[in-house]
């Protein structure tokens, strides 16, 4: 099984910035997964935000946050950030933490395996 928990979601005003942490465990984690982020709006669907690989080698990024957003991963630590900057009203939403077994960073959730419950993130105008 593997557990992943979200922190750092809050409210910000436009222009703000958020730093997000996914902290992963369980007996089946492995440093080697990749880890994403997605998003979910109010009456949405779910999209991808930002993945990378278990060096960095390989890191991928949704078009709307590029140049805004920022992923890494301590893997010391089992866990992953994402700096937000910049953030707009548009950036409101519930951000998922994610999992996958794959080799190269994913875009789609059908290649995450494992998810965490989210942390909302709310940038008012």
């Known amino acids: 099984q593997v557990q992943l928990v979200e922190s750092g979601g809050g409210l910000v005003q436009a222009g703000g910035s958020l730093r997000l942490s996914c902290a992963a465990s369980g007996r089946t984690f492995s440093i080697y997964y990749i880890m994403g982020w997605f998003r979910q709006a109010p009456g949405k669907e779910r999209e991808f935000v930002a993945a990378?690989?278990?060096?960095?080698?390989?890191?991928a990024y949704a078009d709307s946050v590029k140049g805004r957003f920022t992923i890494s991963r301590d893997n010391a630590k089992n866990t992953v950030y994402m700096q937000m900057n910049s953030l707009k009203p548009e950036d409101t939403a519930v951000y998922y933490c994610?999992?996958?077994?794959?080799?190269?960073?994913?875009?789609?959730?059908?290649?995450?395996?494992?998810w965490g419950q989210g942390t909302q993130v709310t940038v008012s105008s």
């Open positions: 994610s999992a996958s077994r794959g080799v190269v960073a994913g875009i789609t959730r059908s290649e995450y395996d494992y």
């Open positions: 990378t690989s278990w060096s960095g080698g390989s890191i």
